[in-house]
Protein backbone atom coordinates (compact mmCIF):
# COMPACT_ATOMS: atom_id res chain seq x y z
CA UNK A 1 0.00 0.00 0.00
CA UNK A 2 1.53 3.49 -1.61
CA UNK A 3 1.15 6.02 1.24
CA UNK A 4 0.84 9.62 0.00
CA UNK A 5 3.91 11.83 0.82
CA UNK A 6 3.44 14.39 3.82
CA UNK A 7 2.99 17.85 2.68
CA UNK A 8 3.26 20.82 4.86
CA UNK A 9 0.64 23.55 4.82
CA UNK A 10 1.40 27.12 4.54
CA UNK A 11 0.27 27.84 8.20
CA UNK A 12 2.18 25.03 9.63
CA UNK A 13 4.95 25.96 8.11
CA UNK A 14 4.40 29.77 9.88
CA UNK A 15 3.29 28.13 12.76
CA UNK A 16 7.07 26.49 13.24
CA UNK A 17 8.89 29.83 12.02
CA UNK A 18 7.33 32.17 14.93
CA UNK A 19 9.22 32.37 17.83
CA UNK A 20 9.37 34.60 20.99
CA UNK A 21 12.41 36.67 21.80
CA UNK A 22 14.93 34.66 23.95
CA UNK A 23 15.76 36.33 27.09
CA UNK A 24 18.75 37.36 26.28
CA UNK A 25 17.22 39.41 23.38
CA UNK A 26 14.87 40.83 25.71
CA UNK A 27 17.70 41.82 28.12
CA UNK A 28 19.58 43.47 25.45
CA UNK A 29 16.58 45.57 24.10
CA UNK A 30 15.53 47.06 27.30
CA UNK A 31 19.28 47.92 27.98
CA UNK A 32 19.08 49.63 25.04
CA UNK A 33 15.95 51.34 25.51
CA UNK A 34 17.41 52.31 28.77
CA UNK A 35 20.40 53.88 27.02
CA UNK A 36 17.84 55.64 24.73
CA UNK A 37 16.12 57.18 27.33
CA UNK A 38 18.85 57.93 29.41
CA UNK A 39 20.57 59.95 26.90
CA UNK A 40 17.44 61.79 26.05
CA UNK A 41 16.88 62.95 29.89
CA UNK A 42 20.51 63.75 29.84
CA UNK A 43 20.03 66.43 27.17
CA UNK A 44 16.68 67.34 27.89
CA UNK A 45 18.38 68.23 31.69
CA UNK A 46 21.55 69.67 29.97
CA UNK A 47 19.46 72.19 27.88
CA UNK A 48 17.38 73.20 30.82
CA UNK A 49 19.96 73.78 33.29
CA UNK A 50 21.38 75.56 29.91
CA UNK A 51 18.56 77.60 29.65
CA UNK A 52 18.23 78.54 33.29
CA UNK A 53 21.80 79.62 33.14
CA UNK A 54 20.72 81.88 29.84
CA UNK A 55 17.96 83.44 31.51
CA UNK A 56 19.55 83.82 34.92
CA UNK A 57 22.75 85.56 32.98
CA UNK A 58 20.10 87.61 31.03
CA UNK A 59 18.56 88.55 34.19
CA UNK A 60 21.79 89.80 35.15
CA UNK A 61 22.78 92.05 32.56
CA UNK A 62 19.02 93.75 32.52
CA UNK A 63 19.27 94.64 35.82
CA UNK A 64 23.56 96.00 35.50
CA UNK A 65 22.54 97.86 32.62
CA UNK A 66 19.57 99.70 33.65
CA UNK A 67 20.81 100.38 37.04
CA UNK A 68 23.88 101.64 35.32
CA UNK A 69 22.55 103.61 32.98
CA UNK A 70 19.82 105.45 35.42
CA UNK A 71 22.86 106.46 37.43
CA UNK A 72 24.86 107.59 34.38
CA UNK A 73 21.80 109.62 33.12
CA UNK A 74 21.16 111.59 36.43
CA UNK A 75 24.59 112.87 36.55
CA UNK A 76 25.16 113.90 33.66
CA UNK A 77 22.66 116.19 34.21
CA UNK A 78 23.76 117.08 37.53
CA UNK A 79 24.01 120.72 38.04
CA UNK A 80 21.42 121.32 35.68
CA UNK A 81 20.66 125.05 37.11
CA UNK A 82 18.48 126.43 34.03
CA UNK A 83 19.97 129.72 32.74
CA UNK A 84 22.38 130.63 35.53
CA UNK A 85 25.48 128.99 36.79
CA UNK A 86 25.26 131.80 39.69
CA UNK A 87 25.11 130.22 43.08
CA UNK A 88 21.52 130.95 45.09
CA UNK A 89 21.03 133.95 46.22
CA UNK A 90 22.08 134.40 49.14
CA UNK A 91 24.11 131.12 50.51
CA UNK A 92 24.81 132.46 53.86
CA UNK A 93 21.03 133.15 55.00
CA UNK A 94 19.62 131.07 57.59
CA UNK A 95 17.03 128.75 56.72
CA UNK A 96 13.53 129.90 58.12
CA UNK A 97 12.12 127.68 60.85
CA UNK A 98 8.76 128.75 59.96
CA UNK A 99 7.93 126.82 56.84
CA UNK A 100 7.15 123.18 57.89
CA UNK A 101 10.78 121.22 57.37
CA UNK A 102 11.43 118.67 54.88
CA UNK A 103 9.81 114.78 56.02
CA UNK A 104 12.57 112.12 56.13
CA UNK A 105 15.19 114.99 55.27
CA UNK A 106 18.95 113.20 54.69
CA UNK A 107 20.85 115.41 57.18
CA UNK A 108 24.14 114.43 58.58
CA UNK A 109 24.87 115.42 62.23
CA UNK A 110 25.02 118.84 62.37
CA UNK A 111 22.79 119.82 59.82
CA UNK A 112 20.15 122.46 60.20
CA UNK A 113 16.67 121.33 58.83
CA UNK A 114 16.36 122.34 55.03
CA UNK A 115 20.41 122.67 54.77
CA UNK A 116 20.38 119.32 52.51
CA UNK A 117 17.65 119.90 49.82
CA UNK A 118 18.88 124.12 49.94
CA UNK A 119 22.45 122.81 48.71
CA UNK A 120 21.18 122.97 44.83
CA UNK A 121 24.91 124.56 43.87
CA UNK A 122 26.29 121.12 45.13
CA UNK A 123 25.97 119.36 41.89
CA UNK A 124 27.67 115.65 43.47
CA UNK A 125 28.20 114.40 47.21
CA UNK A 126 29.19 111.20 48.27
CA UNK A 127 30.17 108.87 51.02
CA UNK A 128 32.38 105.95 51.25
CA UNK A 129 31.63 103.06 52.56
CA UNK A 130 29.04 103.90 55.32
CA UNK A 131 25.86 105.93 55.84
CA UNK A 132 26.52 109.28 56.45
CA UNK A 133 23.33 110.07 57.64
CA UNK A 134 23.36 107.64 60.39
CA UNK A 135 24.25 110.53 63.49
CA UNK A 136 21.43 113.01 62.07
CA UNK A 137 18.47 112.57 60.35
CA UNK A 138 18.48 109.36 58.72
CA UNK A 139 17.05 108.65 55.46
CA UNK A 140 18.58 105.58 54.56
CA UNK A 141 17.58 103.46 57.51
CA UNK A 142 17.99 100.15 55.43
CA UNK A 143 21.19 101.13 54.09
CA UNK A 144 23.14 98.22 53.60
CA UNK A 145 26.80 98.25 52.32
CA UNK A 146 28.70 100.49 49.49
CA UNK A 147 28.93 104.09 48.99
CA UNK A 148 26.75 107.01 48.86
CA UNK A 149 25.90 109.10 46.45
CA UNK A 150 24.40 112.31 46.21
CA UNK A 151 22.88 113.74 42.43
CA UNK A 152 21.05 117.56 42.86
CA UNK A 153 19.84 118.83 39.41
CA UNK A 154 17.31 120.57 38.27
CA UNK A 155 14.14 119.14 36.15
CA UNK A 156 14.86 119.58 32.47
CA UNK A 157 10.56 120.99 32.25
CA UNK A 158 10.14 124.42 33.61
CA UNK A 159 7.32 124.60 36.18
CA UNK A 160 3.90 126.43 34.66
CA UNK A 161 2.42 126.96 37.74
CA UNK A 162 3.48 126.51 41.09
CA UNK A 163 2.43 123.11 43.46
CA UNK A 164 2.07 124.05 47.20
CA UNK A 165 5.27 122.39 49.40
CA UNK A 166 6.75 121.43 46.08
CA UNK A 167 10.56 123.37 46.17
CA UNK A 168 11.51 125.69 43.32
CA UNK A 169 14.58 126.72 42.28
CA UNK A 170 13.92 130.69 40.16
CA UNK A 171 16.37 130.51 37.59
CA UNK A 172 17.92 133.83 36.49
CA UNK A 173 20.50 135.35 34.00
CA UNK A 174 22.29 136.79 37.22
CA UNK A 175 21.28 134.93 39.90
CA UNK A 176 18.79 132.06 41.18
CA UNK A 177 16.35 130.90 45.06
CA UNK A 178 15.71 128.21 46.06
CA UNK A 179 11.63 128.49 47.16
CA UNK A 180 8.31 126.71 48.36
CA UNK A 181 5.50 126.78 45.86
CA UNK A 182 2.45 128.31 47.67
CA UNK A 183 -0.26 130.18 46.77
CA UNK A 184 1.04 133.35 48.00
CA UNK A 185 2.11 135.29 44.34
CA UNK A 186 4.26 137.93 46.09
CA UNK A 187 7.72 138.14 47.90
CA UNK A 188 7.34 137.67 51.63
CA UNK A 189 9.97 138.81 53.37
CA UNK A 190 8.02 139.34 56.70
CA UNK A 191 9.13 135.77 57.86
CA UNK A 192 12.76 136.47 57.83
CA UNK A 193 15.69 138.57 59.60
CA UNK A 194 16.60 141.00 56.63
CA UNK A 195 14.08 141.69 53.60
CA UNK A 196 16.56 142.26 51.63
CA UNK A 197 17.70 138.73 51.94
CA UNK A 198 14.73 136.27 51.33
CA UNK A 199 15.85 132.78 52.92
CA UNK A 200 15.88 129.79 50.83
CA UNK A 201 12.51 128.62 51.47
CA UNK A 202 10.48 131.78 51.04
CA UNK A 203 6.82 131.13 50.01
CA UNK A 204 7.35 133.16 46.67
CA UNK A 205 10.81 133.96 44.97
CA UNK A 206 12.18 137.70 45.47
CA UNK A 207 14.02 137.50 42.26
CA UNK A 208 11.66 139.46 40.07
CA UNK A 209 11.50 139.37 36.01
CA UNK A 210 9.77 138.58 33.33
CA UNK A 211 8.26 135.10 33.26
CA UNK A 212 9.32 132.85 30.37
CA UNK A 213 11.98 135.45 29.20
CA UNK A 214 14.40 136.23 31.87
CA UNK A 215 13.32 134.31 34.03
CA UNK A 216 12.22 130.71 34.75
CA UNK A 217 11.04 128.18 37.60
CA UNK A 218 12.03 124.64 38.13
CA UNK A 219 11.08 121.56 40.93
CA UNK A 220 14.41 120.95 42.09
CA UNK A 221 15.50 116.58 41.54
CA UNK A 222 17.79 115.42 44.36
CA UNK A 223 18.81 111.51 44.54
CA UNK A 224 20.95 109.90 47.45
CA UNK A 225 21.38 106.38 45.42
CA UNK A 226 22.57 103.84 48.13
CA UNK A 227 22.31 99.93 48.44
CA UNK A 228 20.06 97.91 50.53
CA UNK A 229 19.83 94.21 51.02
CA UNK A 230 16.32 93.31 50.03
CA UNK A 231 14.34 94.92 47.05
CA UNK A 232 10.35 94.26 47.72
CA UNK A 233 10.55 93.82 52.08
CA UNK A 234 12.36 93.00 54.65
CA UNK A 235 10.91 90.31 55.32
CA UNK A 236 11.18 88.83 51.45
CA UNK A 237 12.83 85.08 51.82
CA UNK A 238 15.82 84.92 50.16
CA UNK A 239 16.43 88.54 50.42
CA UNK A 240 17.61 90.00 47.10
CA UNK A 241 19.63 93.34 47.26
CA UNK A 242 18.77 96.31 45.34
CA UNK A 243 20.16 99.38 44.63
CA UNK A 244 17.53 102.23 45.41
CA UNK A 245 17.53 105.95 45.71
CA UNK A 246 15.83 108.54 48.28
CA UNK A 247 13.80 110.90 45.96
CA UNK A 248 12.68 114.63 47.11
CA UNK A 249 8.93 114.41 46.28
CA UNK A 250 6.45 116.98 44.89
CA UNK A 251 5.22 117.01 48.21
CA UNK A 252 8.38 118.37 49.63
CA UNK A 253 8.83 114.85 51.13
CA UNK A 254 11.92 112.45 50.89
CA UNK A 255 11.14 108.87 50.16
CA UNK A 256 13.05 105.53 48.44
CA UNK A 257 12.25 104.17 45.28
CA UNK A 258 13.38 101.12 43.96
CA UNK A 259 16.34 101.55 41.20
CA UNK A 260 17.36 98.15 40.23
CA UNK A 261 16.72 94.78 41.46
CA UNK A 262 19.83 92.11 42.31
CA UNK A 263 22.80 94.87 42.47
CA UNK A 264 24.63 94.10 45.50
CA UNK A 265 27.30 96.81 46.19
CA UNK A 266 27.84 100.14 44.45
CA UNK A 267 31.11 101.88 44.71
CA UNK A 268 32.19 105.52 43.08
CA UNK A 269 35.16 107.67 42.51
CA UNK A 270 34.94 110.96 42.35
CA UNK A 271 37.36 112.97 39.12
CA UNK A 272 39.50 116.33 39.71
CA UNK A 273 42.29 118.08 38.46
CA UNK A 274 45.54 117.94 40.62
CA UNK A 275 47.57 121.01 41.50
CA UNK A 276 49.88 120.07 38.60
CA UNK A 277 47.10 119.91 35.90
CA UNK A 278 46.96 116.25 35.66
CA UNK A 279 43.13 114.18 36.37
CA UNK A 280 43.08 111.87 39.24
CA UNK A 281 40.20 109.90 40.95
CA UNK A 282 39.78 110.32 44.80
CA UNK A 283 37.55 108.51 47.45
CA UNK A 284 34.86 110.06 48.79
CA UNK A 285 36.30 110.43 52.24
CA UNK A 286 39.60 112.01 50.48
CA UNK A 287 36.70 115.13 49.41
CA UNK A 288 36.75 117.96 52.06
CA UNK A 289 32.92 119.11 52.86
CA UNK A 290 29.65 118.01 54.14
CA UNK A 291 26.14 117.50 51.87
CA UNK A 292 24.46 120.31 53.38
CA UNK A 293 24.51 124.35 52.68
CA UNK A 294 26.70 125.38 55.35
CA UNK A 295 29.01 128.20 53.92
CA UNK A 296 28.87 130.69 50.72
CA UNK A 297 32.40 129.41 50.66
CA UNK A 298 33.58 127.28 47.92
CA UNK A 299 34.67 123.34 48.64
CA UNK A 300 36.75 120.81 46.97
CA UNK A 301 33.24 119.02 45.92
CA UNK A 302 32.48 122.18 43.39
CA UNK A 303 35.86 121.09 41.57
CA UNK A 304 34.18 117.51 40.96
CA UNK A 305 34.23 116.83 37.04
CA UNK A 306 33.35 113.43 36.49
CA UNK A 307 32.11 110.22 38.26
CA UNK A 308 33.53 106.69 37.73
CA UNK A 309 30.83 104.17 39.00
CA UNK A 310 30.92 100.35 40.12
CA UNK A 311 27.68 98.17 40.65
CA UNK A 312 27.74 94.83 41.18
CA UNK A 313 25.17 92.53 39.94
CA UNK A 314 23.90 89.21 41.71
CA UNK A 315 20.68 87.18 40.71
CA UNK A 316 18.16 86.71 42.41
CA UNK A 317 19.06 82.99 43.73
CA UNK A 318 21.68 80.53 43.10
CA UNK A 319 22.22 78.22 40.67
CA UNK A 320 22.67 74.56 41.35
CA UNK A 321 25.82 73.51 40.14
CA UNK A 322 27.42 76.71 40.32
CA UNK A 323 30.42 77.78 42.46
CA UNK A 324 31.74 81.78 42.17
CA UNK A 325 34.92 81.99 44.22
CA UNK A 326 35.60 85.70 42.48
CA UNK A 327 36.89 88.74 44.02
CA UNK A 328 35.69 91.97 42.23
CA UNK A 329 37.75 94.91 42.44
CA UNK A 330 35.45 98.27 42.20
CA UNK A 331 37.50 101.60 43.10
CA UNK A 332 39.09 101.29 46.70
CA UNK A 333 37.08 97.97 47.84
CA UNK A 334 37.33 94.71 46.78
CA UNK A 335 34.41 91.95 46.98
CA UNK A 336 35.68 87.77 47.81
CA UNK A 337 32.38 85.92 47.24
CA UNK A 338 32.32 81.47 47.75
CA UNK A 339 28.96 80.86 46.63
CA UNK A 340 26.43 79.71 43.97
CA UNK A 341 25.52 83.17 43.06
CA UNK A 342 26.44 84.32 39.50
CA UNK A 343 27.81 88.02 39.17
CA UNK A 344 28.78 90.40 36.76
CA UNK A 345 30.59 93.79 37.18
CA UNK A 346 29.36 96.80 35.21
CA UNK A 347 31.21 99.95 34.82
CA UNK A 348 31.55 103.41 33.51
CA UNK A 349 32.84 106.76 33.68
CA UNK A 350 30.62 110.02 33.52
CA UNK A 351 31.70 113.25 32.78
CA UNK A 352 29.41 116.32 34.16
CA UNK A 353 28.60 118.49 31.39
CA UNK A 354 27.46 121.71 33.97
CA UNK A 355 30.32 122.73 35.87
CA UNK A 356 30.26 126.12 38.00
CA UNK A 357 31.90 129.07 36.58
Not at 298 to 303: C, F, H, I, R, V
Request: aromatic share 8%; with cysteine.
Amino acid sequence: MNRLPHRTTPARRAAALQRGYSLIELMVSLVIGLLIISTLLAIYLNSNSASNSNKNTSELVNNGRYAIDAIKTDVRQAGSMGFTYAPPDPLNTPLSTVITPITNECLEAGATAGSFVANIWQRVWGADDRNPFAGGGNCLTDYARGDVLVVRRLDSTKATTLAANTLYYRSHYSKGEVFRGSPTTACDTTQFPAASYPAPFNKYPCISGTANVDLLNFPIITHVYYIRSYTVSSTESPRIPALVRVVLQSDGAMVSELVASGIQNLQIQFGTVSTNGSNQYVNAGDISGSSYLSSPSPTAWDQVDSVRIWLLARNATAEPGYANTTTYTMGNASSSVTDGYRRQLFNTLVNIRNKQR
